[in-house]
């Protein structure tokens, strides 16, 4: 998992993700590493683990550098996935839109990263957090 979010970093443009239903566990970590995300009204999203009372060990840090630490904590606390409203309202999520939206609304944020006068790298331009660029530097030098 660490090689695919190091490669994902990588990218030059934004990363958009379109959830149509649940993500949740590994998919949440997805959600977090992506720049821009568009979800269906009736997804939920979160680490399923955190009802067990701890917190997923295999991928967390997109979760750590999306989310504010006491957002992190009420997903454990709540030991409930956020629905797609919350996760608005915490920054995990760019857009909220009715299913039959999906798709066009996807189209249309790829267009706005992608069209006329938009610097080809325009997400290299952006200062990601120390976080990730620790990170990064640290994947690539364990992974060769």
């Known amino acids: 998992m660490i090689e695919l979010f190091t490669a994902l970093r990588r990218l030059s443009l934004p990363l958009i993700a379109a959830v149509n239903g649940d993500a949740l566990m590994s998919g949440f970590s997805l959600v977090c590493a992506s720049d821009i995300v568009v979800a269906v009204e009736e997804a939920r999203l ?20 999306r989310l504010v630490r006491h957002h992190a904590l009420e997903n454990i606390v709540d030991r409930d996935p956020f629905d797609a409203r919350r996760a608005r309202e915490i920054g995990v999520v760019s857009d ?15 267009a706005r990263a992608t069209g006329p006068g ?11 957090t120390p976080i990730l660029h620790r990170w990064g530097a640290q994947a690539t030098t364990q992974t060769g």
């Open 46 to 65: 979160g680490v399923t683990e955190a009802g067990d009372a701890y917190w997923p060990m295999m991928t967390p840090l997109p979760l750590l550098v």
């Open 118 to 128: 938009t610097p080809s790298r325009v997400r290299r331009g952006v200062d990601r």
């Open 96 to 110: 909220v839109v009715p299913a039959d939206r999906l798709v066009a609304a996807t189209e249309s944020w790829v």
